[in-house]
């Protein structure tokens, strides 16, 4: 239909400016007759006539003779009117019949759903009518449209059903042979068709198919990775995440969101995200950090240890905060060993981990932060993590903020966390 409506537009300008063309012309027909007569009649009363006006005259005449001598070009400016006008009538008749046609499919459609909707009940809870609708629907099966309506019809069922009701669809949707046309969907070389083979062989729980799905993780569609993601998590039997070992293309943000999703929906087996650890997936490697954190699993607090020395900041970064957030008194110091040679975002979270994990025996090192960092913020982090070890990092602030030995730029910080003024 868009199609359709650009040339729809396109013929309506050719024929505006068609029609504006041949106005122009009789126009200047006309003005070239009127202005000649003006020029004679101008000549006979005064040879004094303007030079302008003469020049308008024969500017005119020129106009004029060129047009009486090109019969050919007003021929073909009417046949590509004419030819427009009935190309616009053809091109409505088309658009209303295939409007009418569309409508009388959907009809069609939802009369269908509602048909065999009811004959999939009959086949799932009457078990008296099994064989009769069995046989009804191995005819109906028989039609490519009518099959593809069985189909989505088994896939709504399936979404709210479980046990061995569910596996009563499956044996119904292998039985009819829908299994091949889901497979052929798989196969095609458009995008949309994918998506759709996919979604229905991970509903179905056709297992066997995880191996052409895997082909998928990788493809250049977002749209499609992100569908044979999440049939692979569908399909897993023991591992939901075991495709992410197979991923080379960046996994994104809406990406993994969507599998931490599932994990929850489904209620999946939650496995140890550190087997991820060493991908060559950056992406990978900082959502398995996530999903650690998530889950709290500090039994991988060892492994989590092992990145802050990985060679990407964006991972070190992450392996810092998840410490902070699973609490993992352990890392503090080997975050004090790397602290120094830590680029300034790193450092921020380094101290935000001591913060969120506070211990009396790291209060030397957060001292020294004071002393050594010039930066504002990074002070004020340091102060934030020795005020949360209670009396004794208080105690330190208190003494640090009154001396008078010496004037420190961090006693202004220390007053100002002290009575909570910035946070």
Known sequence: MGLISRHKIVFLVLILILSGLEFSFAQEHTLSQTEDSATYVVQDAS?????????????????LERFDKSPLFV??????????????IVLLIIILMNRNRMQREEKQ????????????????????????????????????????????????????????IKETIK??????????????????????ENVKGIRELAYMNIREASEKILEYLNSSNEIVRMEAQIAMVRLSDENPYHFLHFMEKPLAVWEQITLHELLIQHNLE?????EWFESENLSVVIFALEMTAWFKQVNSGESVIGLFEHENEKVRNTAFRVCGEIELSKALPAMEKVYEKETYKNK?????????????????????????????QLQIQATKAMENTDEPGISMLIKLMKSKSEYKNYQIIIRHVLDGRIY
Not at 135 to 143: F, G, M, P, Q, S
Not at 366 to 375: G, H, N, R
Request: aromatic share 10%; no cysteine.
């Open 47 to 63: 040879t004094e006539a303007s030079g302008s006006s003469s020049a308008l005259s024969q500017y005119s005449r020129r106009a």
């Open 75 to 88: 021929t073909i400016l009417y046949v590509v009117i004419l030819y427009s006008i009935i190309t616009l």
């Open 109 to 164: 459609r939802n009369y269908l759903k509602e048909v065999y909707q009811l004959k999939l009940m009959d086949y799932l809870f009457e078990e008296e009518k099994q064989d009769e609708v069995r046989n009804d629907l191995k005819e109906i099966a028989e039609n490519r449209f009518d099959r593809q309506l069985l189909i989505d019809q088994m896939i709504d069922l399936s979404i709210n059903l479980k046990g061995e």
């Open 171 to 192: 044996e119904l949707y292998l039985f009819l042979g829908l299994k091949e046309d889901s497979i052929k969907k798989v196969q095609s070389k458009k995008w949309h």
């Open 270 to 274: 939650i496995p140890l995200f550190q």
């Open 348 to 376: 921020l979270e380094i101290l935000s981990a001591f913060a969120k994990v506070p211990e009396e025996r790291h209060l030397g090192f957060l001292k020294s932060v004071l002393d050594m960092e010039e930066d504002v």
